[in-house]
């Protein structure tokens, strides 16, 4: 024993001195030793986990809230579009063209509600459609719209280059209901629809005539809340929204960078 003591001590130094300490010192630094890991766990580990635990069910608590918003939105835009004043409206119109013997006329009317309601109905649920359709939809619409006005002028332009895009089912339509809903029917009224779509970059540009002592909701109607909404939720920095009003002018500004 005494030459396995002389050759640890000869050889470990540091070893032999600790093996000396009586064993309730030995403990006792253990303990120490495992307290200051212990408290390293508790004061640094676990408050970091709780940190991330927290920010991960945020984000899970964001995007579970951001699809619920997304459905009650769609919700909404879908009412606001398929309203019984639209209906009323243009089936009145279709009564006037058959009374007036305008058969033809009546006839194609019929045919663009019946695709309009079609698409409303059956395509405004999916996430995106082709830019094209779109389109197609805005004319329908503005024809729609446009035959029972006696006075009011209709300019709608609408251009695209070459390449296939998408958009948003019904995103502009409100905007355009709008216009129609409020405008004046005088003489001396426009309603002016623009829109271009050109490397990547959608601008959209809508403007109506109104009278100030009728009209006090244009800005502030469930349509437009939805195509705000509906831009953020699409598009988030990605684009432009202004809407302006000189000498009871109304118009609305909306430019999208397309992917």
Request: proline share 3%; hydrophobic share 40%; glycine share 2%.
């Given at each position: 024993?005494?030459?396995?003591?002389?050759?640890?001590?000869?050889?470990?130094?540091?070893?032999?001195?600790?093996?000396?300490?009586?064993?309730?010192?030995?403990?006792?630094?253990?303990?120490?030793?495992?307290?200051?890991?212990?408290?390293?766990?508790?004061?640094?580990?676990?408050?970091?986990?709780?940190?991330?635990?927290?920010?991960?069910?945020?984000?899970?608590?964001?995007?579970?809230?951001?699809?619920?918003?997304?459905?009650?939105?769609e919700?909404?835009?879908?009412?606001?579009?398929?309203?019984?004043?639209?209906?009323?409206?243009?089936?009145?119109?279709?009564?006037?063209?058959?009374i007036?013997?305008?058969?033809?006329?009546?006839?194609?009317?019929?045919?663009?509600?019946?695709?309009?309601?079609?698409?409303?109905?059956n395509?405004?649920?999916?996430?995106?459609?082709?830019?094209a359709?779109e389109?197609?939809?805005?004319?329908?619409?503005i024809?729609?719209?446009?035959?029972?006005?006696?006075?009011?002028?209709?300019?709608a332009?609408?251009?695209?280059d070459?390449?296939?895009?998408?958009l948003?089912?019904?995103?502009?339509?409100?905007?355009?209901?709008?216009?129609?809903?409020?405008?004046?029917?005088?003489?001396d009224?426009?309603?002016?629809?623009?829109?271009?779509?050109?490397?990547?970059?959608?601008?959209?540009?809508?403007?109506?005539?109104?009278?100030?002592?009728?009209?006090?909701?244009?800005?502030?109607?469930?349509?437009?809340?939805?195509?705000?909404?509906?831009?953020?939720?699409?598009?988030?920095?990605?684009?432009?929204?202004?809407?302006?009003?000189v000498?009871?002018?109304?118009?609305?500004?909306?430019?999208?960078?397309?992917?």
């Amino acid at each position: 024993d005494k030459e396995w003591s002389r050759l640890v001590q000869a050889n470990a130094p540091d070893y032999f001195r600790y093996l000396q300490q009586p064993f309730l010192g030995i403990m006792l630094s253990r303990v120490l030793s495992l307290g200051i890991v212990y408290a390293l766990v508790i004061n640094t580990l676990i408050p970091l986990f709780i940190r991330i635990m927290i920010a991960y069910n945020r984000e899970q608590l964001q995007t579970m809230e951001l699809a619920r918003q997304n459905v009650q939105l769609e919700f909404n835009f879908l009412k606001s579009q398929v309203n019984p004043h639209f209906l009323h409206n243009t089936l009145n119109n279709i009564y006037s063209l058959i009374i007036h013997d305008k058969k033809t006329e009546a006839a194609g009317t019929v045919a663009r509600l019946s695709a309009f309601m079609r698409y409303s109905m059956n395509d405004a649920g999916t996430e995106n459609m082709p830019a094209a359709r779109e389109v197609q939809l805005m004319q329908d619409y503005i024809e729609l719209e446009r035959i029972r006005l006696n006075y009011a002028t209709v300019q709608a332009q609408f251009e695209m280059d070459d390449t296939v895009y998408t958009l948003p089912p019904l995103l502009l339509i409100p905007v355009i209901e709008n216009a129609f809903k409020y405008s004046t029917d005088q003489k001396d009224a426009v309603i002016s629809i623009n829109f271009v779509i050109n490397k990547k970059r959608l601008s959209f540009d809508c403007q109506n005539n109104f009278d100030p002592d009728v009209t006090t909701h244009l800005q502030h109607g469930i349509g437009i809340a939805n195509v705000k909404k509906r831009l953020d939720q699409y598009y988030a920095q990605g684009y432009s929204y202004t809407e302006t009003t000189v000498n009871n002018v109304y118009s609305v500004n909306i430019s999208i960078d397309l992917l």
